[in-house]
């Protein structure tokens, strides 16, 4: 599960389905790390299938590496199905090298909402971990169905057990930076001791990567690749949540009138070489005759319309005035930091809280505004 912007959902892979409306995507990365589970799982399947020849051990791991995807996209799902009943939107659940992400779109408000999204993942595993073990009780040890129902149980107690640990980007550093939010009131605080459950987490899977190599341990090739790869992942990703969540800090002093630009209203026919002048640094909003805004002047746009046509209507180099980009004047800074961050466009309309526009916010003045430190 991963917070931020992610806007071109073709690049996320191959479209599997929609999960009330959330599309669920399949990573080219997937399929390298399902060859990679092939090649170093094939091996150890003659130690619980001793008759086995190539193609079955063949076999068997690549339904091992079947089974780990749909139980990862079964885990992504509880995080999805989550977030949709707290009310907070998800973009896609993508498949990948290393596992899956439920790319939620904003940051939950709420510790409790935190810790109730990164719980519903681990919590989907066990049961299904637990319905596994049911089925084994009732099946003779042996065979590749008892293998298959076997290497189910496997998958989904790793998946759990390697999600609860307590560092970011895993869900039990999610449930670690609520638990500590809940308690200290300020998320960033959560963050930061997260940030280090997860080094320590990295370090702990390398340690025992190296354990698994001086005992020679049967799996130790594919241990040590798991947890190379795995510890990388933690790393980084711990790493960009320290990042994400610098980046929703608001600077003592500054308000958000400080950075608002002047707004100028202009008929949508106007000339767009005329607009350009009248706009002299300001926003403007381009309005048609019957009161609605046609969007907000691109500068750029009109730049290069007014080189080739500076008579025509300056409403053909608009920007559309979507909701994600409209801020109240009354919303925290750290809000207005997310909102902006996480939304794809330059500029944004600010509106009081009657609705009525009282300036706009360039991405780039808000940019200047942060610390070196805070900056996108």
Same mark, same amino acid.
């Given at each position: 599960?991963?917070?931020?912007?992610?806007?071109?959902?073709?690049? !996320?892979?191959?479209?599997?389905?929609?999960?009330?409306? =959330?599309?669920?995507?399949?990573?080219?990365?997937?399929?390298?790390? @399902?060859?990679?589970?092939?090649?170093?799982?094939?091996?150890?399947?003659?130690?619980?299938?001793?008759?086995?020849?190539?193609?079955?051990?063949?076999?068997?791991?690549? &339904?091992?590496?079947?089974?780990?995807?749909?139980?990862? *996209?079964?885990?992504?799902? !509880?995080?999805?199905?989550?977030?949709?009943?707290?009310?907070?939107?998800?973009?896609?659940?993508?498949?990948?090298?290393?596992? !899956?992400?439920?790319?939620? @779109?904003?940051?939950?408000?709420?510790?409790?909402?935190?810790?109730?999204?990164?719980?519903?993942?681990?919590?989907?595993? &066990?049961?299904?971990?637990?319905?596994?073990?049911?089925?084994?009780?009732?099946?003779?040890?042996? $065979?590749?169905?008892?293998?298959?129902? *076997?290497?189910?149980?496997?998958?989904?107690?790793?998946?759990?057990?390697?999600?609860?640990?307590?560092?970011?980007?895993?869900? $039990?550093?999610?449930?670690?930076?609520?638990?500590?939010?809940?308690? @200290?009131?300020?998320?960033?605080?959560?963050?930061?001791?997260?940030?280090?459950?997860?080094?320590?987490?990295?370090? *702990?899977?390398?340690?025992?990567?190296?354990?698994?190599?001086?005992?020679?341990?049967?799996?130790?090739?594919?241990?040590?690749?798991?947890?190379?790869?795995?510890?990388?992942?933690? =790393?980084? $990703?711990?790493?960009?949540?320290?990042? &994400?969540?610098?980046?929703?800090?608001?600077?003592?002093?500054?308000?958000?009138?400080?950075?608002?630009?002047?707004?100028?209203?202009?008929?949508?026919?106007?000339?767009?070489?005329?607009?350009?002048?009248?706009?002299?640094?300001? !926003?403007?909003?381009?309005?048609?005759?019957?009161?609605?805004?046609?969007?907000?002047?691109?500068?750029?746009?009109?730049?290069?319309?007014?080189?080739?046509?500076?008579? #025509? %209507? #300056?409403?053909?180099?608009?920007? %559309?005035?979507? %909701?994600?980009?409209?801020?109240?004047?009354?919303?925290?800074?750290?809000?207005?930091?997310?909102? =902006?961050?996480?939304?794809?466009?330059?500029?944004?309309?600010?509106?009081?809280?009657?609705?009525?526009?009282?300036?706009?916010?360039?991405?780039?003045?808000?940019?200047?505004?942060?610390?070196?430190?805070?900056?996108?």
């Amino acid at each position: 599960m991963t917070y931020g912007p992610d806007w071109a959902e073709r690049d !996320g892979g191959l479209l599997l389905f929609r999960f009330r409306g =959330v599309p669920v995507l399949l990573s080219p990365s997937w399929w390298i790390g @399902s060859v990679a589970i092939v090649v170093l799982y094939a091996p150890l399947v003659e130690r619980f299938l001793p008759n086995a020849d190539a193609v079955v051990s063949i076999s068997l791991a690549a &339904a091992f590496a079947v089974l780990l995807g749909v139980s990862v *996209l079964a885990h992504e799902l !509880g995080h999805c199905v989550v977030a949709l009943q707290l009310g907070i939107p998800v973009r896609r659940l993508r498949l990948f090298l290393l596992g !899956g992400l439920a790319e939620i @779109s904003r940051t939950p408000r709420k510790p409790a909402q935190e810790g109730l999204i990164a719980a519903a993942g681990p919590a989907v595993s &066990a049961v299904l971990a637990g319905l596994c073990g049911v089925l084994l009780v009732f099946m003779p040890s042996e $065979g590749p169905i008892w293998l298959l129902v *076997l290497e189910c149980a496997v998958a989904n107690v790793a998946v759990a057990v390697f999600n609860i640990l307590p560092g970011l980007p895993l869900d $039990g550093g999610r449930l670690l930076r609520a638990g500590v939010w809940a308690v @200290s009131g300020e998320r960033g605080i959560g963050t930061r001791a997260a940030v280090v459950g997860g080094w320590l987490v990295a370090g *702990l899977l390398m340690l025992w990567a190296l354990w698994g190599l001086a005992n020679e341990s049967p799996d130790r090739w594919l241990r040590l690749g798991v947890c190379a790869l795995t510890a990388w992942f933690v =790393v980084s $990703g711990a790493r960009g949540e320290l990042a &994400a969540d610098q980046r929703r800090n608001w600077p003592d002093g500054l308000a958000l009138a400080d950075l608002v630009r002047p707004i100028l209203q202009l008929p949508a026919e106007s000339p767009v070489a005329d607009a350009l002048s009248a706009a002299a640094g300001r !926003g403007v909003v381009l309005v048609r005759a019957d009161g609605v805004a046609a969007g907000l002047l691109d500068p750029v746009a009109a730049e290069r319309l007014a080189e080739r046509s500076p008579m #025509a %209507p #300056a409403e053909q180099a608009a920007e %559309p005035i979507r %909701p994600e980009s409209v801020l109240l004047d009354s919303e925290s800074g750290e809000d207005i930091a997310e909102r =902006v961050a996480e939304t794809a466009a330059w500029q944004f309309l600010v509106v009081n809280e009657e609705g009525r526009p009282a300036g706009v916010l360039h991405r780039d003045d808000l940019r200047a505004s942060l610390t070196p430190r805070h900056r996108y």
